[in-house]
């Protein structure tokens, strides 16, 4: 059995202030959430301060990018063990931000994903391909090298999440449907099977991330093996971050 897992990646948004507001809010209304993980990735600044805003909560800290060298002459970069040492149990890596805007390609971010799993942290992994791909029928032709060749059975299963995150949901209200989504869940899953083995593969969160809001969380996370959700803009909004851990909870009480 998988626990379902709630992520929110906060991405260039908030003030100490707005964090810490957005923070209680989360903590007073996390009532009907158990079973669930649930996890925020605030941009970096906010780390320390919040760290200690979740401290005795139910709720985890992640970062949202990390640089693969522990230490080093890296002007603006942060490594994984300074992320630890902050509170972080988590780091999104290789979110299709980094890879569009940065130019994070999968040989660099097979790199970031051991230096976290081996630091002892969770990598949360993205992939997912373009609006051009999709219509050219090509999803699984970039999603495959996206797992195959960053993934490998030197990054612990265990220290693992996969967000399938479709670059054409992110940010526009346009999610992909529950049976779209699932397609490709299975598909990763396949591909982490032949990794992993079967067992090792059925123990992965595989998470859906791309314009997931309170109204359509509930068909998506109905899927077989869409495991949660990576959430962007409605993880900004106490109540709709909320109501999204709610219908997760609703969602996997019924399978
Ligand atoms: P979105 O972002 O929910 O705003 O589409 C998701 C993500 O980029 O992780």
Same mark, same amino acid.
């Given at each position: 059995?998988?626990?379902?897992?709630?992520? #929110?990646?906060?991405?260039?948004?908030?003030?100490?202030?707005?964090?810490?507001?957005?923070?209680?809010?989360?903590?007073n #209304?996390?009532?009907?959430?158990?079973?669930?993980?649930? @996890?925020?990735?605030?941009?970096?600044?906010?780390?320390?301060?919040?760290a200690?805003?979740v401290?005795?909560?139910?709720?985890?800290?992640?970062?949202?990018n990390?640089?693969? /060298?522990?230490? #080093?002459?890296?002007?603006?970069?942060?490594?994984?063990?300074?992320?630890?040492?902050?509170?972080?149990?988590?780091?999104?890596?290789?979110?299709?931000? $980094?890879?569009?805007? %940065?130019?994070?390609?999968?040989?660099?971010? &097979?790199?970031?994903? $051991?230096?976290?799993?081996?630091?002892?942290?969770?990598?949360?992994?993205?992939?997912?391909e373009?609006?051009?791909?999709?219509? &050219?029928?090509?999803?699984?032709?970039?999603? $495959?090298?996206?797992?195959?060749?960053?993934?490998g059975?030197?990054?612990?299963?265990?220290?693992?999440?996969?967000?399938?995150?479709?670059?054409? /949901?992110?940010?526009?209200?346009?999610?992909?449907?529950?049976?779209? &989504?699932?397609?490709?869940?299975?598909?990763?899953?396949?591909? @982490?099977?032949?990794?992993?083995?079967?067992?090792?593969?059925a123990?992965?969160?595989?998470?859906?991330?791309?314009?997931?809001?309170?109204?359509?969380? /509930?068909?998506?996370?109905?899927?077989?093996?869409?495991?949660?959700?990576?959430?962007?803009? &409605?993880?900004?909004? /106490?109540?709709?971050? @909320?109501?999204?851990?709610?219908?997760?909870?609703?969602? %996997?009480? $019924?399978?």
């Amino acid at each position: 059995m998988r626990t379902p897992f709630i992520a #929110g990646n906060w991405k260039m948004h908030k003030t100490l202030a707005e964090a810490r507001e957005l923070v209680a809010g989360i903590r007073n #209304g996390l009532t009907n959430a158990s079973g669930i993980d649930v @996890l925020i990735c605030p941009p970096v600044q906010l780390l320390f301060p919040i760290a200690k805003a979740v401290l005795g909560t139910k709720i985890m800290l992640g970062a949202q990018n990390a640089h693969e /060298a522990t230490h #080093g002459a890296f002007t603006g970069e942060v490594s994984v063990p300074m992320l630890k040492d902050a509170g972080c149990t988590h780091v999104i890596i290789g979110h299709s931000e $980094r890879r569009l805007l %940065f130019g994070e390609r999968n040989d660099r971010l &097979a790199r970031k994903v $051991r230096a976290v799993t081996g630091a002892g942290l969770t990598a949360v992994y993205c992939v997912g391909e373009t609006l051009a791909e999709r219509e &050219a029928g090509k999803t699984q032709e970039v999603v $495959r090298p996206q797992v195959d060749e960053v993934l490998g059975r030197d990054v612990q299963s265990e220290r693992l999440v996969v967000a399938y995150e479709p670059v054409w /949901a992110i940010g526009t209200g346009r999610t992909a449907t529950p049976q779209q &989504a699932q397609e490709v869940h299975g598909f990763i899953r396949s591909r @982490l099977g032949s990794i992993y083995g079967p067992t090792g593969a059925a123990n992965i969160r595989v998470l859906y991330g791309g314009s997931v809001k309170p109204d359509n969380a /509930a068909g998506l996370l109905g899927q077989p093996d869409i495991d949660g959700a990576l959430v962007g803009g &409605a993880c900004l909004v /106490a109540a709709d971050f @909320l109501a999204i851990i709610s219908a997760a909870s609703e969602a %996997f009480s $019924r399978q």
